[in-house]
């Protein structure tokens, strides 16, 4: 399972970013589908995560101002950042589940199958 991301980029605090993820067709049916961040000597954190019932569930960190969807005729994954803070600032990684799993928790980020490259988001002030 090949997940190629683009988007990303620059923006100063309180602006808007997306980002894609280009994940295999169908993919949507089968797989649960999720965005994580990475930051210079921390884990990868879990940030929003899409189920195949289109049930979706965020960080405490980004609920309000985070959105992840999908276009099932294109089969691409998106998240919708508004409101950026500084803190968002990270590597961002397209992931799925896998095939015909349960959505393991985003907390539990060892149970997540494929990666996608990763994009950079960086937020200045």
């Known amino acids: 399972v090949q997940l190629v991301q683009s988007g990303g980029g620059s923006v100063r605090a309180g602006g808007s970013l997306t980002l894609s993820c280009k994940t295999p067709e169908g993919s949507w049916m089968n797989y649960c589908l999720a965005w994580f961040r990475q930051v210079p000597g921390k884990g990868r954190e879990g940030v929003a995560l899409?189920?195949?019932?289109?049930?979706?569930n965020y960080a405490d960190s980004v609920k309000g101002r985070f959105a992840i969807s999908k276009d099932n005729v294109t089969s691409n994954l998106y998240l919708q950042m508004n409101s950026l803070k500084p803190e968002d600032a990270a590597v961002y990684y397209c992931v799925a589940g896998f095939e015909g799993h349960p959505c393991p928790p985003l907390t539990r980020r060892s149970d997540w199958r494929y990666w996608g490259q990763g994009t950079q988001v960086t937020v200045s002030t």
């Open positions: 899409l189920r195949t019932d289109g049930y979706t």
